[in-house]
């Protein structure tokens, strides 16, 4: 069973080819991250599952075909977790993250007992209960990042996709960040991050995808994906590995010498 | 939880401050009708001279006003919203300007002496064509940036055409009836207007309307809100086609009034906690007041001169807004 499979995608940004002819399938109780260099494909690849971005191939989204899927059934299976962190209005934080109920609400309906309990537990999970009634617009970076997430959260669909959601964060609230989606996907749910933190990457996920130039080029385990070779050819630089407490350890350390 | 009650007080305040600028609206003018005579002939069977005072002149003025600065409030909250931009206004995708150059061709070639119905039809015309050509241009993708490029330019031709009628006007009185056309104004207008605009203005409420969850998702952005279940090409088809009735219709019967639909949004937007759903009823309750505020004031400030409200608007909405600007200055330093 599957709740995400991308079959022979391919997409172009432009006119210019961004991804040719990724596959994968993602199931429940996968973590999975999203790694490769700066235009790699990463986020288009996360848009052209949300249908964002026009592609070429097939999407299957918890067993309904992703391109004739309504956008109102689709917020019911998929949440995202966009790049973007603009917010036009100084809304309050409490609001912000209720948007998140919008799919759920009958037309015309003020949020209902269920839909503030999965607010506030949004929140907890996000640890900006503290913020509730504060200005987005007045957050730090790393705060708006959690609010952003929490928002995602409080949507509670089987599948969630987040671009670079711990980009920004403190080292406490990234751990706390992968911990909660980690849980999310034990409860039986799929998440795909993408991430440039390698070490974060490693040793969270249960599962890494790495892309380079529009290819997928590893796809398992974070002992197969992230090995000296790979990060040699892909990311052009050096690290250190290690192991501490039976976890991975992954530092880069320098640009690698050959070329 | 502070907040919804706070909103709901701005609104009970809008709505009570709307509701006694149009009675006010109503017992205000040269003919001085005393405050019971004044509503008592308006809903009794009389046929005096005050009675036709009521029906004739005051009530399409009030009712107007009413209508077309309710109409600049919502529309503004709501380009405000689906733009993501304080900065917007109903002016922007180029219903206003088309709507003025429909009315003047009609004052130009006379038509409007013949037949005086013809000068709301001809604006009424003119902004559909506005329309379709902006969304044309738009397209299906709907790009915001598009939206407002194109909206640009027809504002830009529509002027330019206004202009060259003014240029080649067959005589001055036909180049001041223009001018003064489109300064904007609630004079002399009849219940044959309210008739023709309500239509068109209805429609266009009941699609900006529908928009406040969407324009509530667009505070994150388009993907996001797209990924929230909002199908973002309905949202501009709304905005756009809501904007050009109830504009268009609202520019028809009373020639352009600027700064209302700017300002008003602007100005109630910390009321509603930021929310775009509550901007709108808030806003169009802000904007009727507003309009009949001034259409008040232009009657008893000069009350031989026949001051144009479009006028008053921009002298005192322009410095207000840049009081705005300067206090969102100091807020940023």
Known sequence: MTLLSVAHLSAALGGRPVLHDISFAVGPGELVGLIGPNGAGKSTLLRAVMGLTPATGGIVLDGEDGRVLTAARRALKVAFVAQNRDVAWAMSVEALVALGRLPHLPRLSPLRAADRAAVDAAMRMMDIEAYRERQATALSGGELARVLAARALAQETPLLLADEPAAGLDPAHQISLMRTFRSLAEQGRSVVVSTHDLALAARSCTRLILLDRGRVVADGTPEAVVTADNLQSVYRVRAYFGEVEGRMIVLPLDLSERT | ?333
């Open chain 2, 1 to 333: 939880m502070r907040d919804a009650r706070r909103y709901h007080m701005a609104l009970g305040l809008l709505c009570a401050a709307t509701l006694i600028l149009f009675c006010l609206s109503l017992l205000v003018g040269p003919a001085g009708i005393g405050f019971f005579d004044s509503l008592s002939a308006l809903f009794s069977e009389r046929r005096d001279a005050i009675a036709l005072i009521m029906r004739e002149i005051r009530l399409p003025r009030a009712l107007l006003g009413l209508m077309v600065g309710g109409t600049l409030g919502l529309s503004g909250a709501v380009l405000q919203g689906y733009l993501r931009n304080p900065l917007a206004e109903p002016a922007l995708i180029g219903v206003s300007a088309s709507a003025s150059l429909g009315a003047v061709l009609a004052i130009y070639t006379g038509l409007s002496t013949v037949f005086p119905l013809a000068l709301p039809l001809a604006a009424l015309a003119a902004s559909v064509v506005a329309v379709v050509v902006v969304q044309a241009m738009a397209g299906r993708r709907g790009s915001v940036l598009t939206l407002i490029l194109a909206g640009v330019a027809v504002s830009s031709f529509a002027g330019a055409m206004t202009s060259l009628a003014l240029n080649l006007s067959p005589n001055p009185f036909a180049a001041l009836e223009i001018m003064f056309w489109m300064l904007g104004s609630l004079t002399d207008r009849s219940m044959t207007h309210v008739w023709l605009a309500l239509p068109f203005m209805l429609a266009g409420w009941a699609a900006l309307l529908t928009l406040g969850r969407a324009l509530d998702a667009l505070t994150l952005g388009g993907d996001t809100a797209a990924s929230l279940g909002i199908d973002m090409r309905r949202v501009q088809f709304l905005a756009v086609f809501g904007t050009a009735a109830s504009v268009g219709a609202a520019t028809a019967v009373t020639g352009a009034i600027g700064f209302v639909g700017l300002v008003v949004p602007h100005l109630l937007r910390p009321l509603t906690g930021g929310r775009p759903s509550r901007l709108l009823p808030a806003s169009a309750l802000g904007g009727a007041s507003v309009v009949l505020a001034a259409d008040i004031l232009v009657r008893v400030v000069a009350p031989e001169r026949d001051l144009k409200l479009g006028v008053l608007t921009a002298i005192v909405g322009a410095p207000f807004f840049l009081w705005l600007v300067w206090r969102e200055r100091r807020k940023v330093a």
